[in-house]
């Protein structure tokens, strides 16, 4: 049951006509190749407006120029303007300098905004009362408040993004309303129950997980793997003879390196083992692929014409049957909790730079300038500090 996810039965959308010159590339976005690289022309779900962008970029991609982008401020439509972001940044995706999943996160944002001012709307005339009427809607619809100012800030790189192009002539005034509000997450995350596991309830999950899913939640609790990280992961970053893994984090580019346990390694051998052919042969490299052959987190397109495509978590919906059948539901402890539970016993090890490196994050101290390198006993010594943790007094555990 943990094993598998929903089975996908919609596929990427038929060229429009049989002379429709783009093709549907598997992020939701009309692409095509142009001297050696892939260009983007707008969502699935409007293949004219992207055909109008191809029409009007072709003279200058055909002879290796960048195209200039228009700057009618009066004529910038919210769904041109989304189709133009969107694209840069899936070309900012395949240059490395931006993850898939920040690419999710942006993509999610923008349907959120054009479904709230409308796809037509004109983006030099929204104005701050607008802005802050969106803003009232997040509360409204009851988001928590890291959410919320998580939406404000997306909105804002938007409509920042327009005026850095040169798709608008003046920069957007948000006005005083449209704000994150730090100081109430600060009291929600005081009021909430901890968002981490207890070690009694990992043994538990990993005792009745599929072959898949142990593996990846031993990495998540033996390096702080999340979703995207373990959907991603390539059997190249894998040392199995060694018990290491070398993996940049998909969202930010940042090294990581960290010991596997002889329980992980174990696990990762028998995934690795069972694992489906890949639907896509581009995912032959991978670790892990679902039940169907697909990434366990993906961009899948819309059963209903016209509706956005959306991102596929399997990962997300395969570790609550889990937790579900072991009555361990509790709000915002889904798989990426993992994380916090990593670094909550790690950082009893008091080796803050270890653990920074083991899960990829980057030290903006005046320390992380001068060091050069953290030794393997370091990396090994906050592993096998969580794994005594995990397996203490358990027998056959941690020694």
């Known amino acids: ?161 327009a005026y850095q192009a040169e798709l608008i002539d003046r920069p957007l005034r948000y006005g005083p309303q449209f704000r994150t509000n730090k100081k109430s997450a600060r009291r929600q995350k005081a009021k909430a129950a901890p968002k981490m596991f207890e070690a009694a309830e990992v043994r538990q999950m ?16 033996n390096c702080g793997f999340g979703n995207t990280d373990c959907s991603e992961l390539p059997q190249s970053a894998l040392d199995l003879k060694g018990g290491w893994v070398d993996f940049p984090r998909p969202k930010t580019g940042v090294e990581r390196r960290a010991v596997l346990w002889p329980e992980t390694v174990q696990a990762l051998r028998e995934a690795i083992k069972s694992r489906p052919e890949p639907k896509n042969p581009e995912d032959n490299g991978l670790v892990f692929m679902t039940t169907y052959g697909n990434r366990w987190v993906r961009m899948e397109p819309s059963k209903t014409e016209g509706i956005e495509p959306h991102w596929q978590d399997g990962l997300t919906m395969a570790f609550r049957e889990v937790v579900k059948g072991l009555g361990l539901v509790q709000k915002g402890r889904g798989f990426y909790a993992f994380r916090r539970t990593f670094r909550t016993i790690a950082d009893e090890s008091n080796d803050w730079p270890a653990i920074n490196m083991i899960m990829g994050h980057t030290d903006p101290t005046i320390g992380g300038v001068y060091r050069q390198r953290i030794s393997d006993e370091r990396l090994r010594a906050v592993t096998d500090h969580v794994r005594a943790w995990l397996y203490g007094g358990q027998e056959g555990g941690a020694k």
């Open 1 to 161: 049951m943990a094993n598998s996810t929903r089975r996908a039965t919609i596929s990427k959308p038929d060229k429009p006509r049989d002379d429709f010159p783009l093709f549907a590339h598997n992020n939701g976005l009309w692409c095509k190749k142009i001297r050696g690289k892939l260009h983007y022309f707008g969502v699935w779900a409007d293949p004219q407006a992207a055909l109008d962008k191809w029409l009007d970029q072709k003279e200058d991609l055909l002879a290796g120029r960048v195209p200039r982008a228009k700057s009618d401020a009066d004529e910038l439509t919210l769904e041109v303007l989304v189709n133009e972001y969107l694209a840069a940044k899936q070309s900012d995706v395949e240059a490395g300098e931006y993850s898939s999943r920040t690419f999710q996160g942006a993509f999610t944002s923008c349907e959120s905004i054009v479904q709230h001012f409308g796809q037509r709307r004109v983006v030099a005339d929204i104005r701050q009362e607008e802005f802050a009427a969106y803003r009232k809607s997040l509360v409204k619809a009851k988001y928590a408040p890291n959410t919320i100012n998580t939406e404000v800030s997306r909105c804002k790189a938007l409509f920042n993004w």
């Open 206 to 221: 990993i005792d009745v997980a599929g072959t898949q899913l142990k593996a990846m939640i031993l990495l998540g609790v």
